[in-house]
């Protein structure tokens, strides 16, 4: 069976420090990737996604970036955080190629940037 | 453009309410529709889901009906109980390449006892 793990599950964070979220799937091969962001109260917002390794699109211009470099791993990063970069951070997959799949989610990650 | 509508929350009920959470879509072509539900503190879960037009989703004592023609996904079940209390989101994948999914706002349903 396929599984996602996302880590860590809650940090706090200074303002201007680096950030590292980890998330990595297991049981599949070639899936796409995605992160998403759920500010509080709000809905999801879609940051990007990946399709294969080192394949990276970015829905939304800001100061995160992301990277694939294995196939089933999947990083999100900021070098320098913002306040507004506090929320709850999904990572989630869904099978390549595949036209009337399902996104399955990992745990999330609660970032709070002081 | 792809987007997709859902009513605001929070919706609050009494135990073995009927629940209807409405969810409007636009696409263009044949998009699959999905739930999702968000228990606290947790990720998302799928709930239920419906490929084509006409199809029915079920799960849990949920159900929603694909309709193409009123481009509607409303979610309903018949019997709320105090566990269903969680924020749940109406998506639709629109099949591309990439599978990219578009999320509703999330609708927020609390069951009081």
Redesign the interface.
């Known amino acids: 069976s396929q599984t996602i793990h996302q880590w860590p599950a809650t940090l706090v964070q200074p303002v201007g420090s680096p950030l590292s979220l980890e998330c990595t799937v297991e049981g599949t091969s070639n899936p796409?990737l995605?992160w998403y962001r759920q500010a509080a109260g709000?809905?999801?917002q879609?940051l990007f996604?990946s399709?294969g390794i080192g394949q990276i699109?970015s829905e939304v211009p800001q100061n995160l970036s992301a990277s694939r470099p294995q196939d089933r791993q999947f990083i999100l990063s900021s070098k320098k955080l913002l306040l507004s970069d506090s929320g709850f951070y999904?990572c989630?997959w869904?099978?390549?190629?595949?036209?009337?799949?399902?996104?399955?989610?990992?745990?999330?990650s609660r970032l709070t940037v002081l | 453009g792809n987007s997709v509508t859902q009513m605001e929350g929070p919706v609050t009920l009494s135990e073995e309410a009927f629940l209807t959470i409405n969810c409007t879509y636009t696409a263009t072509g044949y998009p699959s529709l999905f739930w999702y539900v968000q228990y606290p503190g947790e990720g998302l879960q799928l709930l239920l889901k419906a490929t084509k037009a006409d199809d029915k989703g079920s799960n849990k004592g949920f159900e929603a009906t694909y309709r193409k023609e009123t481009t509607s996904f409303h979610l309903e079940k018949g019997s709320v109980q105090v566990s269903d209390s969680a924020v749940y989101f109406c998506a639709l994948n629109h099949g591309d390449n990439f599978n990219k999914f578009y999320f509703g706002s999330g609708t927020k349903l609390n069951v009081k006892p």
Do not use: C, D, I, M
């Open positions: 796409n995605y709000r809905g999801l879609l996604y399709v699109s999904l989630a869904s099978r390549g190629g595949s036209v009337t799949g399902e996104l399955f989610f990992g745990e999330g």
